[in-house]
Every structure is written in structure tokens, then in C-alpha cells.
């Protein structure tokens, strides 16, 4: 039910407000002509209707305008125009509804007169719509009067267009924030000197006016300089505001003949004419500058939020910002880049050669290439992980990463832009991963996975290298009778004497409680020598507190060449030969021979293999290259 009765009362509401409106502004326009001797000086009807539409909705354009059109009509009928009254109020309407539906197409309101585009927009409706209820009221008159046309045409068209700039910029100027709105903002953000600045440019406006008077002269150009002083201090509102109440007034001061007229000899819509597009010709500037700097001020401010968004980023992120000059070499950095780093802005030159100066020589050649690949094009951005000096001496790793941002007129880099980002723990963390992941944790030798990744990287790479496999003798007794803590103590004994006999590019890696692996590039025949002088440094006597005990060791060689055999066989081989050293007593070494030749072992061949682990008095392992921790604990034979 209620909304039954607001769906006909709001168009009814409508329709009388149109009405009243538009009936109080021909009123008043009707009134100045009166005083003006009937020459047309002021038409407020036609803005403050279109005023009330905009306040209502665009919907009730149809209404307003029906209504607007009623007062219209009674108006006419008061005055005894007939028919010809009747269709220049409907011109009105055609005003009207022009400036109506152009504005909330273009979304005028919401614009504030912030921009440029939005008062030549403003400045292009309603010349339209003037023009187009000029046209209509003139041909009218041209039917029921027989004036010309052109003359009717010029006066209706200044009439109209002065009237709905006068009424109209302001509402559309303060359409953003409303009227309300706009001056509770000027009093929110405004100082006294600001406030007082305002009423200064109004005193020297009022005083102008004045002065002109008494000195029967007539200067409207000189309004102009108040006008830009109000533009450029307080922006389109307030432009718009003053300019609508300086014209305004003058008009009046034209209509009552309180306005100096210079030339005596003509009318008053002659000087009407003239004052108003002297008006226009001083107002409109001052709205397109103001329109202007409003845009920069909102870019100046949405540039200075990105900066500070953009800058509390950073912050929160820890990077630091370069930016590059390629044409020159030179550069900028931020305070967060120097931060990184450890200095203070003057104290490193502002050139890319800092980077150079800053990396750590390792880390130049991939650096450089990375930088090129991506200036050349073949890279869509340039990023690499590497080590620069901090002002302590010390080195720490940074992500630097960025890209090309701008390139000259025939395509080249030109200027680079991109962050530094310190990542020094992040990198011991990885590193202190990637090290648990491939190394003991007891020896700090490599672990199976890194043997095996070592392995297949040689094997690929065609090296001839062979695989050893250390068994240590009779060490099994030492945990029992010394305890663990003396059995570690042992094997990094041990894994240091490993260690002091492999060359600097080999590799040893413990496998299982008491059992290593070696990769050593060198021929069998060198890989023999090794192997006795780690016997012999294995055999040495181990002291731990006031203990002194041995051990031994069994090892087996695997030769590979040419990328074969792989991992599994060759672990296999390298067991084989170690069980034949254990077999004849331990403290040996064995060169363990080829496999036959197949796809499937022979039986001959699996028998020699359980004969060796027979007589060094071990179980048979059904997958030598598994995991025999466990196992190793057990064997000690």
C-alpha cells in the first residue's frame, strides 16, 4: 500500500514543484523585463528547474516538465499571450530536458568542474540547449509577431545561455560534494588566512564595482584578475560562485541603469548584450583554470598517495628501489636501498659502476650476462640472487630484479627501474636445508642422495672415475665397550683422515653406521694408492679420554668409464670386491672385475657372490644399492 501511494503521490510531488519553480523564475524574469522596459534581461526559470530535476532524480523529468509547462501555460493565460506564450514556455522545457539528459549522460554533477573536459562540457549543453529554446521561441515570435528572426535569435540565445551559466555553474561545480557539503569543507579545511584571503578577493570585487560607478566606467575586464586569484587559490566552487554573483550583479546594476554605459546613444539591450558577453568572456577562464589545476592538484595527490602507499610498502617488504639511467650510467637510489646496505646517501656515488664496486667478483659474469640478456630482449625482466658488500665488510645476498621501463626514440634501453631485496637469512636457511638434506649429520661428509646425484652428474658428463666403497673392521666392538659418544668421536676421526687423502674435486659421503662411499677421478691403478694410504690412516690408533683404540677397513673398487656402469651396478661391483677384502682377512682392498655380459647375472656369477659373503660370514643382500644402515650396525667381521 505505501508503495502504491508513494508511486503516484512522488509524481504528483513532482509535478507541482515544476510548476512552483518554474512559475517563481518566470516570475522574476517577467519582473526584470518589466523593469528593463520589456527588453529581455534575466531568465532564471529555465536553470532552476533544470536545478530541481536534478535534486528529484532524471526520472521525474517527464513530471517536472509537465508541470513547469502547466505554470507555463497560466502564465501566459495571465498575461494574454495566448498560443504564442504557451509554445515559448514549451521551448523552455526543450531547454530543459536537453541540459537534463546531456549532463546525467556525461555525469556532469559528479565531475565537480574538476577537469577541463567536464566545463568545455558543461560550457557545450548549454550553448545546445539555449540554442535549441532560442530557436524555438524565435520561430515562434516569427509566426505570431513577425520579427526577424536573426534578431530574436541573437537576443533569446544570449539571454538564455547567459542565464544558465550564471544559475548553473555553481550547482554543477559543487555537484560533488553538494552545497552543503562544499562549504563545510571550506570551513573544515580552511585557515583563518584562507577564509580572510576569500573575503579580500569579495572586498576588492565589491570595491571595483563600486569605484566604477562613481566613476562612470565601465571595466568588467578587470574582474578577470580577482577571478584567476580565486581560481588558482580555491578551485572550482568557489570560482564558479564568485563569478555567478559578479555577473549576477552587474546585470542588476545594467537593468536598473546603476551600471556606467559608455556609449549613451544606445539601448539598454544593447548594453544588456554587451555586458553579458564581457561577463562570459571574463568567467569562463577563470572556471577552465580552475577546472585545470583541480585535475593536477587530484593527480598531485594520487600521485603523492601512490608514492606513500608505495613507500610504506617497501618498507614493510624491506626492498630497496633503484633506478637507472642507462643513456648516462647514472642512478638513484633510495634511502631503503642504503639501508640495505649499510650506508648513508653520500657516501656511494649515484652510478651503476656502484654495482660493480659492490659485487662480489664470483657473482660479476652472471650478473652482467643476466643484465644483458634482458637489455637485448631476451629476457622479459632481469633478476638474480647475489652477494653485494655491506659497509661492514661482510657480504649478504639480495634479490635485485627489474626491467626496462622506458626506451629512446629508436627502441633502445633507456631507463631501468627495480628493487634490492636483503635475503641473507633466507639464504642460510636454504643453504642449512639443501646441507641437511645432502649431508651427515654426525660427519658432515655427503649423504647417499648427494653421492648419488654426484654420480649420475659424472656419469653424464662422460668422466672415468671410480666408485669406492669403505667398510671399517672390528668397529662394532668399540661402541659396545666405549659407548656411542666414543664411537662418534671415531668416525669423525676417521671422516677427517677420508677427507685428507681424496683430492680437492672428489667426493666421500658416509652411507651407513660404519660404512663410506668415494667417488675419486683418477685411474685404477691411482685409486690403489689411495686406497692403501686410507688403510693405512684408518688403521692409526683414535684416543678419546684416557682411551686409545683401532680399527681397520675393507674396501672395494668399481671403475666407471664412458657412463656406465650406473649407480646400482656399480655399488654392486664396489660390495662384491669389499666382501673379497673382508674375506681374506679386512685391512685389503679389491678391484672388483666387470659384470658379465647380459641383461640377466649368471648363475655362476650369484653363486661367487654368496661364496664371498659366506666366507666373510655375511647374509646376502637382495638390493645392494638400498640403504644399509641398519645393516652395517650388525657387521663387523
Not at 647475489?386 to 633502445?412: C, M, P, T, Y
Amino acid at each position: 500500500m505505501a508503495r502504491t501511494v508513494q508511486r503516484f503521490l512522488f509524481p504528483v510531488i513532482s509535478f507541482a514543484s515544476g510548476a512552483l519553480v518554474y512559475g517563481i523564475g518566470a516570475t522574476i524574469g517577467l519582473w526584470l523585463m518589466l523593469v528593463a522596459s520589456n527588453e529581455a534581461a534575466f531568465w532564471p526559470a529555465n536553470g532552476i528547474t533544470v536545478i530541481l530535476v536534478l535534486a528529484l532524480g532524471a526520472r521525474q523529468l517527464p513530471w517536472v516538465a509537465m508541470g513547469g509547462l502547466a505554470a507555463g501555460v497560466v502564465i501566459q493565460t495571465v498575461l494574454g499571450t495566448g498560443p504564442m506564450g504557451i509554445a515559448i514556455a514549451a521551448s523552455d522545457m526543450v531547454e530543459v530536458v536537453v541540459v537534463v539528459i546531456l549532463a546525467r549522460r556525461l555525469n556532469l554533477l559528479a565531475s565537480g568542474l574538476e577537469s577541463v573536459a567536464s566545463v568545455a562540457a558543461l560550457i557545450a549543453i548549454l550553448s545546445l540547449a539555449t540554442l535549441l529554446s532560442a530557436i524555438g521561441a524565435a520561430a515562434t515570435l516569427v509566426w505570431f509577431e513577425g520579427v526577424v528572426f536573426s534578431d530574436s535569435l541573437a537576443t533569446l540565445w544570449r539571454l538564455n545561455a547567459a542565464s544558465a551559466l550564471i544559475i548553473l555553474a555553481p550547482h554543477f561545480a559543487m555537484g560533488k560534494m553538494g552545497w552543503v557539503g562544499t562549504f563545510r569543507s571550506a570551513l573544515r579545511s580552511g585557515s583563518t588566512v584562507r577564509i580572510l584571503e576569500y573575503l579580500a578577493i569579495v572586498g576588492i570585487i565589491a570595491a571595483s564595482i563600486v569605484v566604477m560607478r562613481h566613476a562612470n566606467v565601465s571595466m568588467v575586464s578587470f574582474f578577470t584578475v580577482p577571478l584567476l586569484w580565486c581560481a588558482i587559490r580555491f578551485g572550482p566552487p568557489a570560482t564558479a560562485i564568485t563569478s555567478s554573483l559578479l555577473s549576477l550583479g552587474i546585470v542588476q546594476l545594467v537593468i536598473i541603469g546603476e551600471w556606467p554605459n559608455t556609449a549613451i546613444s544606445r539601448s539598454l539591450a544593447w548594453q544588456l548584450q554587451r555586458t553579458e558577453l564581457a561577463l562570459s568572456f571574463i568567467t569562463i577562464p577563470p572556471l577552465f583554470v580552475a577546472a585545470a589545476l583541480a585535475g593536477l592538484y587530484a593527480m598531485t595527490r594520487a600521485l603523492k598517495e601512490s608514492q606513500e602507499r608505495l613507500r610504506y610498502a617497501l618498507a614493510g617488504s624491506g626492498e630497496g628501489v633503484w633506478d637507472w639511467c642507462i643513456g648516462d650510467n647514472s642512478a638513484y637510489f633510495s634511502d631503503g636501498w642504503y639501508a640495505i646496505l649499510g650506508y648513508e646517501r653520500d657516501e656511494l656515488e649515484a652510478t651503476a659502476d656502484t654495482w660493480d664496486q659492490l659485487r662480489h667478483p664470483d657473482d660479476a659474469l652472471e650478473s652482467k650476462r643476466r643484465i644483458r640478456d634482458h637489455l637485448e630482449g631476451r629476457t622479459p625482466r632481469y633478476s638474480i640472487e647475489q652477494r653485494l658488500r655491506h659497509k661492514d665488510g661482510r657480504w649478504i645476498w639480495v634479490l635485485d630484479r627489474g626491467s626496462v621501463v622506458e626506451r629512446d626514440a629508436k627502441g633502445r634501453p633507456y631507463r631501468a627501474v627495480g628493487t634490492i631485496q636483503d635475503i641473507t637469512r633466507r639464504r642460510a636457511r636454504q643453504e642449512e636445508l639443501d646441507r641437511r638434506a645432502h649431508h651427515d649429520s654426525l660427519t658432515g661428509l655427503s649423504n647417499r642422495a648427494a653421492l648419488g646425484e654426484s654420480f649420475r652428474r659424472w656419469n653424464e658428463q662422460a668422466r672415468s672415475f671410480c666408485f669406492v666403497l669403505i667398510d671399517l673392521d672390528h668397529f662394532k666392538p668399540i661402541n659396545d665397550r666405549f659407548g656411542h659418544q666414543f664411537g662418534d668421536h671415531a668416525l669423525l676421526a676417521i671422516a677427517d683422515r677420508i677427507r685428507a687423502c681424496l683430492g680437492k674435486n672428489d667426493i666421500a659421503a658416509r652411507i651407513g653406521g660404519d660404512e663410506f662411499a668415494l667417488l675419486i677421478q683418477a685411474p685404477p691403478a691411482e685409486v690403489e694408492q689411495t686406497a692403501r694410504l686410507l688403510i693405512e690412516r684408518i688403521c692409526e690408533p683414535i684416543g678419546f679420554a684416557d682411551s686409545v683404540v683401532t680399527t681397520g677397513a675393507s674396501i672395494g673398487i668399481a671403475a666407471v668409464a664412458n657412463g656406465g656402469p650406473d649407480f646400482a651396478d656399480a655399488y654392486r661391483l664396489a660390495d662384491i670386491a669389499l666382501y673379497d677384502a673382508k674375506a681374506s682377512g679386512g685391512g685389503a682392498y679389491r678391484v672388483a672385475e666387470a659384470s658379465p655380459a647380459g641383461e640377466n647375472k649368471t648363475s655362476a656369477w650369484d653363486k661367487t657372490v654368496l661364496d664371498l659373503m659366506a666366507a666373510a660370514g655375511e647374509q646376502p643382500a637382495d638390493q645392494p644399492a638400498r640403504d644399509r644402515e641398519d645393516a652395517t650396525d650388525e657387521r663387523h667381521g
